[in-house]
C-alpha cells in the first residue's frame, strides 16, 4: 500500500501550482519531480564513486557507461555534482543548474524527463516564480530506499498516476485501465500456471505493446511477487503517448525493472521488438481507432511478409484497428516447442462479429479459431471504462491449451458482475469488486457449463460452431412468357442464366451439410433454385449476446386486454367526472 502521508506530502505540492496550473497538469510537475527526487535519493551514497570514476578514466576514449553503472550499483548514474539539496544554495541560478542536472543522468533517464518535456515545465514554472518552491519542496523529500522501499515507492506513484488519470478523465481511458479489470486480466493469465509459478527462482517475461503509464506490467508484477517473492517477471513494453511513455518508464525504474525494455513508437506500424516472443503479454488498446495515418507500412508488410509477417490471416478495416493488436499479440508468442504463450486483450464488440464471410475481420477470427488459439472471451459490464460505455470483451488466447481446452472456447458473461462506484469518473460509473474477479476467474479456472438464478453465465463451445458457409443462391432468369432464359455461349451455354435481382445469400453453419440446408430451406420455397458453389466463402463469427439471451414468452392477450379494459374504464371513469 501506499504510505498516505507520503502521497498526502506530495500531493501538497499542487497547493502551490494551484491558479498557475490547471488541476488536469498538476502530474506534468509532480511526476517527474518526485521521480527526480527518488533518483536523486537512490543515486546518494554511490555518487562519490561514480564522480571518482568519471574523473579516473576520463579522456581514456572508452564507453565509460558500463563503469559507471557499475560503481552506481544501478540500471542508471548521475555524473553531476550537483542534487537536489545543492541546487538550494544557488537559488538565481536554480533552472539552469537544473537543466545541467538532468543532462548528466544516463541516457535512458535523460529520455524519461525528455517525454515528460519537463525543461518545458522548468520554464513554465520559473515564468511563474515557482521553481525554486517547487524544488525546495521535493529536497526535502526523504525518498532513500532505506526509508521507502521499492514496493512502496512504486505504490505511491502509481497512487499519483492514479489520482492524475482521474483528474483528466476525458483522456484518462486512452492511457489509464482501471485496476481491477487488470487484476481480473492477470488473474485469468496466471490461473491456469499457479504451480509453476511457485517455483523458486522461476523467470518469466511478460509484454505490453500499448503500455500506457505501465499499469499492467506493474499489477502483474505485484501479483507475480505476491504468489512467489522468488519469481521474477521481466517486463518489456511499448507506448506511443510520450507523456505515457515517460510515466511507465519511471515507474519501472522505480520498481528496479531494466527500462530499456520499455519503447517508445506504434507499435503496430513500427515494432520496437522485432523478432521478440514472450510467455505472457497483456493489452487494451484503443476502441475502434482508425489506421489510416499507418496504411501504408501495415499493407507494405502484409503483403511482402504474409504470414512470416504479422498481418497474413487479413487485415480489419481502416475505421477499426483492434485485430491488428489481436495479430500482433499472436506473432509476439513463444511457440508451443518453446513452452507456448498466454496473452489477455480487452476488445469492444466489433471483433466478435463485423464482417462477413471473406472480410478481413472474418479471416483473422478465422486463423485464430481454426488454429485453436481462443481459450476464454469473458464480457464485461459497461461503464466499466473512463472514456466510453460501451460493452467490452477480455480475450484470452493461448497456443499452450490445456488438454480439456482443446478444440473449445469458453464464453463467460460476466455483464451483471459489478458494484456501483461511489463517484463516476468520466463514463466509469461501475467497478469489480475483489469477490467479483475471484468469481468470475473461478468460472473461468472450472471450465464448465454453469448458470445463476436459470440465467446461463459460463458456456463451452466448440471451434467450428462459430463458422459457417456462406452460400450464394441463384434462381434463373425468365423472358416475357416465363420461360427459362438459357446462355448462348461459353461456360453457362445450355444452362439457365442467373437472375442476378433474384440472387440472394444464406448462412450454412459449418457442422451441417450444404445440400441438405439447401433441401430443408430453401427448394420448398424455390424450387428452380440452386447453388453456384464457386461463390461458396467460409466465414466465422461470435455472436456472444446470442448464446445468452434467454427468451421471455409475452403476456397471454387476455391479460393484456384485461389490463386495457380496466386502463379504459378509469380513462371513462375521470371524463366523466369532468364533465359533471
Given at each position: 500500500?501506499?504510505?498516505?502521508?507520503?502521497?498526502?506530502?506530495?500531493?501538497?505540492?499542487?497547493?502551490?501550482?494551484?491558479?498557475?496550473?490547471?488541476?488536469?497538469?498538476?502530474?506534468?510537475?509532480?511526476?517527474?519531480?518526485?521521480?527526480?527526487?527518488?533518483?536523486?535519493?537512490?543515486?546518494?551514497?554511490?555518487?562519490?564513486?561514480?564522480?571518482?570514476?568519471?574523473?579516473?578514466?576520463?579522456?581514456?576514449?572508452?564507453?565509460?557507461?558500463?563503469?559507471?553503472?557499475?560503481?552506481?550499483?544501478?540500471?542508471?548514474?548521475?555524473?553531476?555534482?550537483?542534487?537536489?539539496?545543492?541546487?538550494?544554495?544557488?537559488?538565481?541560478?536554480?533552472?539552469?543548474?537544473?537543466?545541467?542536472?538532468?543532462?548528466?543522468?544516463?541516457?535512458?533517464?535523460?529520455?524519461?524527463?525528455?517525454?515528460?518535456?519537463?525543461?518545458?515545465?522548468?520554464?513554465?514554472?520559473?515564468?511563474a516564480g515557482l521553481l525554486y518552491l517547487v524544488t525546495e519542496k521535493f529536497a526535502n523529500a526523504n525518498l532513500h530506499p532505506e526509508v521507502v522501499p521499492n514496493a512502496q515507492m512504486g505504490a505511491v506513484f502509481e497512487e499519483l498516476i492514479r489520482r492524475f488519470a482521474e483528474l483528466s478523465n476525458e483522456t484518462a481511458g486512452e492511457h489509464f485501465t482501471p485496476r481491477e479489470v487488470i487484476r481480473l486480466m492477470v488473474d485469468l493469465l496466471f490461473i491456469e500456471d499457479d504451480d509453476a509459478l511457485r517455483k523458486p527462482g522461476v523467470v518469466r517475461s511478460l509484454y505490453d505493446p500499448t503500455a500506457g503509464t505501465g499499469g499492467m506490467l506493474s499489477v502483474a508484477g505485484e501479483h507475480l511477487a505476491a504468489m512467489n517473492p522468488e519469481a521474477?517477471?521481466?517486463?518489456?513494453?511499448?507506448?506511443?503517448?510520450?507523456?505515457?511513455?515517460?510515466?511507465?518508464?519511471?515507474?519501472?525504474?522505480?520498481?528496479?525493472?531494466?527500462?530499456?525494455?520499455?519503447?517508445?513508437?506504434?507499435?503496430?506500424?513500427?515494432?520496437?521488438?522485432?523478432?521478440?516472443?514472450?510467455?505472457?503479454?497483456?493489452?487494451?488498446?484503443?476502441?475502434?481507432?482508425?489506421?489510416?495515418?499507418?496504411?501504408?507500412?501495415?499493407?507494405?508488410?502484409?503483403?511482402?511478409?504474409?504470414?512470416?509477417?504479422?498481418?497474413?490471416?487479413?487485415?480489419?478495416?481502416?475505421?477499426?484497428?483492434?485485430?491488428?493488436?489481436?495479430?500482433?499479440?499472436?506473432?509476439?508468442?513463444?511457440?508451443?516447442?518453446?513452452?507456448?504463450?498466454?496473452?489477455?486483450?480487452?476488445?469492444?464488440?466489433?471483433?466478435?462479429?463485423?464482417?462477413?464471410?471473406?472480410?478481413?475481420?472474418?479471416?483473422?477470427?478465422?486463423?485464430?479459431?481454426?488454429?485453436?488459439?481462443?481459450?476464454?472471451?469473458?464480457?464485461?459490464?459497461?461503464?466499466?471504462?473512463?472514456?466510453?460505455?460501451?460493452?467490452?470483451?477480455?480475450?484470452?488466447?493461448?497456443?499452450?491449451?490445456?488438454?480439456?481446452?482443446?478444440?473449445?472456447?469458453?464464453?463467460?458473461?460476466?455483464?451483471?458482475?459489478?458494484?456501483?462506484?461511489?463517484?463516476?469518473?468520466?463514463?466509469?460509473?461501475?467497478?469489480?469488486?475483489?469477490?467479483?474477479?475471484?468469481?468470475?476467474?473461478?468460472?473461468?479456472?472450472?471450465?464448465?457449463?454453469?448458470?445463476?438464478?436459470?440465467?446461463?453465465?459460463?458456456?463451452?463451445?466448440?471451434?467450428?460452431?462459430?463458422?459457417?458457409?456462406?452460400?450464394?443462391?441463384?434462381?434463373?432468369?425468365?423472358?416475357?412468357?416465363?420461360?427459362?432464359?438459357?446462355?448462348?455461349?461459353?461456360?453457362?451455354?445450355?444452362?439457365?442464366?442467373?437472375?442476378?435481382?433474384?440472387?440472394?445469400?444464406?448462412?450454412?453453419?459449418?457442422?451441417?451439410?450444404?445440400?441438405?440446408?439447401?433441401?430443408?430451406?430453401?427448394?420448398?420455397?424455390?424450387?428452380?433454385?440452386?447453388?453456384?458453389?464457386?461463390?461458396?466463402?467460409?466465414?466465422?463469427?461470435?455472436?456472444?449476446?446470442?448464446?445468452?439471451?434467454?427468451?421471455?414468452?409475452?403476456?397471454?392477450?387476455?391479460?393484456?386486454?384485461?389490463?386495457?379494459?380496466?386502463?379504459?374504464?378509469?380513462?371513462?371513469?375521470?371524463?366523466?367526472?369532468?364533465?359533471?
Amino acid at each position: 500500500m501506499a504510505d498516505p502521508n507520503l502521497s498526502s506530502f506530495l500531493w501538497s505540492v499542487a497547493d502551490l501550482l494551484r491558479g498557475d496550473y490547471k488541476q488536469s497538469d498538476y502530474g506534468k510537475v509532480i511526476l517527474p519531480f518526485t521521480v527526480l527526487r527518488r533518483l536523486d535519493c537512490v543515486l546518494e551514497s554511490t555518487k562519490p564513486a561514480v564522480l571518482a570514476e568519471q574523473a579516473k578514466r576520463k579522456g581514456s576514449g572508452i564507453n565509460l557507461e558500463p563503469f559507471l553503472l557499475r560503481k552506481s550499483g544501478q540500471h542508471f548514474y548521475n555524473t553531476s555534482p550537483l542534487d537536489l539539496k545543492k541546487l538550494m544554495g544557488d537559488q538565481d541560478h536554480i533552472g539552469e543548474n537544473l537543466r545541467k542536472y538532468i543532462q548528466a543522468f544516463s541516457p535512458a533517464v535523460r529520455d524519461i524527463f525528455e517525454h515528460f518535456e519537463f525543461h518545458a515545465q522548468i520554464d513554465r514554472l520559473t515564468k511563474a516564480g515557482l521553481l525554486y518552491l517547487v524544488t525546495e519542496k521535493f529536497a526535502n523529500a526523504n525518498l532513500h530506499p532505506e526509508v521507502v522501499p521499492n514496493a512502496q515507492m512504486g505504490a505511491v506513484f502509481e497512487e499519483l498516476i492514479r489520482r492524475f488519470a482521474e483528474l483528466s478523465n476525458e483522456t484518462a481511458g486512452e492511457h489509464f485501465t482501471p485496476r481491477e479489470v487488470i487484476r481480473l486480466m492477470v488473474d485469468l493469465l496466471f490461473i491456469e500456471d499457479d504451480d509453476a509459478l511457485r517455483k523458486p527462482g522461476v523467470v518469466r517475461s511478460l509484454y505490453d505493446p500499448t503500455a500506457g503509464t505501465g499499469g499492467m506490467l506493474s499489477v502483474a508484477g505485484e501479483h507475480l511477487a505476491a504468489m512467489n517473492p522468488e519469481a521474477r517477471l521481466v517486463m518489456y513494453g511499448q507506448e506511443l503517448n510520450p507523456e505515457s511513455y515517460a510515466i511507465c518508464k519511471a515507474d519501472m525504474l522505480i520498481k528496479g525493472q531494466d527500462i530499456t525494455k520499455i519503447i517508445f513508437g506504434n507499435t503496430l506500424s513500427a515494432d520496437g521488438l522485432p523478432g521478440q516472443t514472450f510467455d505472457y503479454a497483456l493489452s487494451n488498446p484503443p476502441f475502434g481507432v482508425e489506421w489510416k495515418k499507418i496504411e501504408k507500412e501495415i499493407r507494405q508488410e502484409a503483403e511482402q511478409k504474409g504470414y512470416n509477417g504479422r498481418f497474413g490471416p487479413g487485415l480489419p478495416r481502416v475505421s477499426d484497428g483492434s485485430l491488428l493488436f489481436l495479430l500482433h499479440l499472436i506473432s509476439k508468442m513463444r511457440p508451443a516447442k518453446d513452452g507456448g504463450s498466454r496473452f489477455g486483450i480487452v476488445l469492444n464488440g466489433s471483433p466478435l462479429f463485423t464482417g462477413g464471410a471473406g472480410s478481413g475481420e472474418s479471416e483473422i477470427r478465422r486463423h485464430v479459431l481454426e488454429n485453436d488459439l481462443v481459450e476464454a472471451i469473458i464480457g464485461l459490464p459497461t461503464d466499466m471504462f473512463y472514456n466510453t460505455g460501451i460493452s467490452t470483451y477480455v480475450w484470452i488466447v493461448s497456443n499452450r491449451k490445456p488438454t480439456k481446452r482443446k478444440g473449445k472456447v469458453q464464453l463467460i458473461d460476466a455483464s451483471g458482475f459489478w458494484q456501483k462506484m461511489r463517484k463516476s469518473l468520466g463514463s466509469k460509473r461501475k467497478e469489480l469488486s475483489p469477490e467479483h474477479i475471484e468469481d468470475i476467474t473461478q468460472l473461468f479456472g472450472r471450465f464448465k457449463e454453469a448458470s445463476r438464478e436459470g440465467t446461463p453465465i459460463s458456456r463451452i463451445f466448440k471451434n467450428e460452431d462459430f463458422g459457417y458457409r456462406t452460400i450464394t443462391v441463384e434462381r434463373p432468369e425468365r423472358d416475357a412468357k416465363g420461360k427459362v432464359v438459357l446462355g448462348a455461349k461459353g461456360k453457362t451455354k445450355g444452362s439457365p442464366v442467373p437472375d442476378a435481382a433474384l440472387r440472394d445469400t444464406e448462412n450454412v453453419p459449418l457442422a451441417e451439410n450444404v445440400e441438405n440446408y439447401f433441401k430443408r430451406e430453401v427448394l420448398p420455397y424455390a424450387s428452380d433454385a440452386w447453388i453456384d458453389h464457386d461463390k461458396t466463402k467460409v466465414g466465422y463469427e461470435i455472436p456472444f449476446n446470442r448464446h445468452f439471451y434467454i427468451f421471455q414468452p409475452p403476456r397471454p392477450l387476455s391479460e393484456i386486454d384485461a389490463e386495457l379494459k380496466t386502463v379504459s374504464d378509469k380513462i371513462l371513469t375521470m371524463i366523466g367526472g369532468l364533465s359533471k
